[in-house]
T-cell receptor
Framework: QKEVEQDPGPLSVPEGAIVSLNCTYSNSAFQYFMWYRQYSRKGPELLMYTYSSGNKEDGRFTAQVDKSSKYISLFIRDSQPSDSATYLCAMRRDSSYKLIFGSGTRLLVRP | EAGVTQFPSHSVIEKGQTVTLRCDPISGHDNLYWYRRVMGKEIKFLLHFVKESKQDESGMPNNRFLAERTGGTYSTLKVQPAELEDSGVYFC??????????FGPGTRLTVL
């Protein structure tokens, strides 16, 4: 069983929609949670970084962490075609630098 | 400020050959990481350097892989001899402290 599960998609939405991306995990020791965006043939780019449970907002992006359910989410408001990319969740334990990634969700925002 | 750079961007080699990948981290970043993504799988950790020392190499798949970071600056990852299952995208990342890891564009390795 994978430590981090993520639906690969693709997820196709119209421009302006609210997008919800999710990951579940099995290791309760994870304390740091990240969302990366990856465009085709590029490296992952950090979008959001959250410690422990709670919400964090940055512009059109909101990250939520529910440690009791081992579930994290990324919401994108007013989605744009430029948001079309693969979104990767990643997490790590307090005592390790090693990032554990989900497999990524492909998002397509249609004009 | 320049980001993490990797060279080459793409390498095609035959099984049994040797390939060396290079990573230049962001200037001043003591922490350097190697990850790889094989087709259809998630990105997986290979190893972590702090300056020139290997802090964690638990993700290295076998002894055909050798990573070095001479002088605590750039790093190389050598695969010798390459096997078909080594094909994938190899990412390098660097960080100043424990938080944000900045990724390079990756090297796409194809072993024929």
């Amino acid at each position: 069983q994978k430590e981090v599960e993520q639906d690969p998609g693709p997820l196709s939405v119209p421009e302006g929609a609210i997008v919800s991306l999710n990951c579940t995990y099995s290791n309760s020791a994870f304390q740091y949670f990240m969302w990366y965006r990856q465009y085709s043939r590029k490296g992952p780019e950090l979008l959001m970084y959250t410690y422990s449970s709670g919400n964090k907002e940055d512009g059109r992006f909101t990250a939520q962490v529910d440690k009791s359910s081992k579930y994290i989410s990324l919401f994108i408001r007013d989605s744009q075609p430029s948001d079309s990319a693969t979104y990767l969740c990643a997490m790590r334990r307090d005592s390790s630098y090693k990032l554990i990634f989900g497999s990524g969700t492909r998002l397509l925002v249609r004009p | 400020e320049a980001g993490v750079t990797q060279f080459p961007s793409h390498s095609v080699i035959e099984k049994g050959q040797t390939v060396t990948l290079r990573c230049d981290p962001i200037s001043g970043h003591d922490n350097l990481y190697w990850y790889r993504r094989v087709m259809g799988k998630e990105i997986k950790f290979l190893l972590h350097f702090v300056k020139e020392s290997k802090q964690d190499e638990s993700g290295m798949p076998n002894n055909r892989f050798l990573a070095e970071r001479t002088g605590g600056t750039y790093s190389t990852l050598k695969v010798q001899p390459a096997e078909l299952e080594d094909s994938g995208v190899y990412f390098c990342a660097s960080s100043l402290h424990t938080d944000t890891q900045y990724f390079g564009p990756g090297t796409r390795l194809t072993v024929l």
